[in-house]
């Protein structure tokens, strides 16, 4: 654990490698001990359990944001967090004391199997896995989620839509934007399936250790700002908590190694759970090396993660005016000052995308016709191009990196364009009427 010194900077606690270690648990103090957190706090495993269960009530508690009856979307990807928190919500259901969970559970599992090579009988596990809870449940298709309305029920163009989805990552060749673009359209998926399903609440698996990778990899992609809403309490509508979605993520204080542990003393089957980083070197994507840099860190000082993960906790946005990116929903910076960085790296993409020339023709201010046509070949029109640029206004520096690649943007949701196109629109308004606001 870390420990706050006066000044409220946070130091390792160092482990003394000279102190016996107590292999009695340390809670009833008269088992032997199953497990090891921390180098250091050894657990048998009917206090280990009970423990873990504690943990996930207290973080679920503590929000507040779960009413009796409501239903809740719990998303479930098959990794080992995941089959861990699917176990925790029904053993909770299983209760039969006060201590019960009264909220309504809707599972879902996403079936990315068009992306990522999954054993041939994964979705029918799966489908047994639930069967064997009982709860109610959903098993679909990512295309079908972000193309279609029907994804329900049945998707009639689910060839095109898996197509349309194939097409957005063949386009981009960089790892780090691949994998960025792909945790953006899960969480789109998952919202849209909230709506559909009628959930007004969000429960998703992520441990700490997940969460503070994502903490430090967001903050080098340039998502700083998004922190909050990626591994806090994430309030869509933030006037009205009763009607807005929120994602709760109530695993937050366990670490991999609990998860790991309670998966085994409760003989949960964890399944292919696949990412764009899968497999890949460390020095192929900043996901991949965040990684690395974590664990190896965590190897020496069992505290690393905690401490990451609560110092991330205290960053908080501060924007006076707030406008939101079209496609991840996070804060964008709109008051920039013409020295930013985003205003920087804008300016070197310009000019490595359109040549001297065209930067010498800007700068002289004369008509840039020609390199107009220069950007259109083949299906890349100028249409196109006037639309993808509207698209950029609206979003936000990581998201921009990541559509920047993209050819067309009809294979992007349709929600997402919409979404933009509303925004344009409500700008032009406010544009046009501005001299007559007080
Ligand atoms: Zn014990
Ligand atoms: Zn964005």
Not at 192 to 215: D, F, Q, V, Y
């Amino acid at each position: 654990m870390c420990s706050v010194n006066d000044e409220g900077a946070e130091s390792f606690e160092e482990l003394k490698p000279d102190e016996p270690l107590e292999l009695k648990c340390r809670k009833c103090l008269t088992e032997d001990g199953n497990v090891i957190l921390r180098k250091k706090d050894v657990y048998c495993k009917t206090c280990f359990i009970p423990m873990v269960t504690h943990k996930f009530r207290a973080t679920l508690g503590k929000s507040k944001l779960v009413n009796k009856g409501e239903r809740v979307l719990v998303c479930v990807s098959g990794s080992q967090s995941s089959v861990s928190l699917l176990h925790l919500v029904w053993t909770g259901l299983q209760q039969s004391t006060y201590k019960r969970l009264t909220f309504d559970p809707v599972i879902v599992y996403i079936d990315e199997s068009i992306l990522f090579k999954y054993p041939q009988n994964q979705q029918n596990k799966i489908q047994e896995l639930f069967e064997k809870y009982g709860l109610s449940y959903h098993i679909v298709l990512f295309a079908s989620v972000l193309y279609s309305n029907n994804c329900l029920i049945e998707d009639t163009n689910i060839d095109q839509h898996n197509n349309k989805l194939k097409n957005i990552f063949k386009n981009i060749s960089d790892l780090t934007l691949k994998e960025d673009m792909l945790m953006k359209l899960r969480k789109h998926a998952i919202t849209k399936l909230a709506k559909l399903l009628e959930c007004t609440r969000i429960i998703t698996a992520e441990n700490e250790h997940k969460l503070s990778i994502r903490l430090l990899s967001n903050v080098a992609l340039g998502r700083g700002s998004q922190i909050g809403l990626d591994i806090g309490l994430a309030v869509n509508d933030k006037t009205n908590s009763k009607k807005s979605l929120i994602t709760i993520r109530p695993l937050r204080d366990l670490s991999a190694k609990e998860i790991s542990y309670y998966a085994l003393f409760n003989k949960l089957e964890d399944y292919v759970h696949s990412n764009f980083l899968t497999a890949t070197n460390e020095d192929e994507s900043i996901q991949k090396t965040t990684e690395q840099f974590i664990n190896n860190l965590q190897v020496e000082f069992p505290s690393t993660v905690s401490t990451i993960f609560r110092t991330g906790e205290k960053i908080s946005e501060k924007t006076s005016r707030t406008a939101y990116c079209s496609m991840c929903q996070g804060i964008m910076d709109i008051e920039m000052p013409p020295s930013s960085a985003m205003e920087a790296t804008k300016y070197s993409k310009y000019v490595s995308l359109m040549g001297l020339k065209a930067l010498e023709l800007s700068l002289n201010n004369i008509d840039n016709k020609e390199s107009d046509l220069k950007r259109c070949n083949g299906c890349y029109c100028k249409n196109n191009q006037n639309s993808k640029e509207e698209l950029l206004k609206n979003l936000c520096y990581a998201c921009r990196h990541i559509i920047q690649n993209l050819e067309s943007l009809d294979d992007l949701p349709e929600e997402i364009l919409k979404k933009n196109s509303e925004k344009l629109q409500f700008q032009k308004m406010e544009e046009q009427i501005k001299d007559f606001l007080l």
